[in-house]
């Protein structure tokens, strides 16, 4: 199965490690500090020029990828069928 990520991004729901709030405001300095670093090393790819609300991490080929998204993790998660798990 697929998950659509906003935009035309696309992407096998099996490759997801996880979805994470960009709007929380408990989102820590380190997770901060990690997203900073991923950008500069390349790995982060902005899905939109809207103002991201989650990013995903997610392995693609065996490569590392975060995906700014401009939907909330709340939604992605419902169309991942994750919470349906629980």
């Known amino acids: 199965m697929f998950i659509h990520l906003g935009e035309n991004v696309v992407i096998p729901i099996k490759g997801i490690i996880s979805i ?14 990690f997203l900073k670093t991923a950008e500069e090393e390349g790995f982060v790819r902005k899905i939109s020029q809207e103002k991201p609300k989650s990013f995903i991490l997610a392995e693609i080929n065996k490569k590392s990828i975060i995906y700014l998204s401009p939907i909330s993790s709340v939604t992605l998660s419902k169309r991942s069928g994750f919470i349906d798990t629980l």
């Open 20 to 33: 994470m709030d960009m709007e929380s405001t408990n989102m820590s300095n380190d997770t901060k500090q």
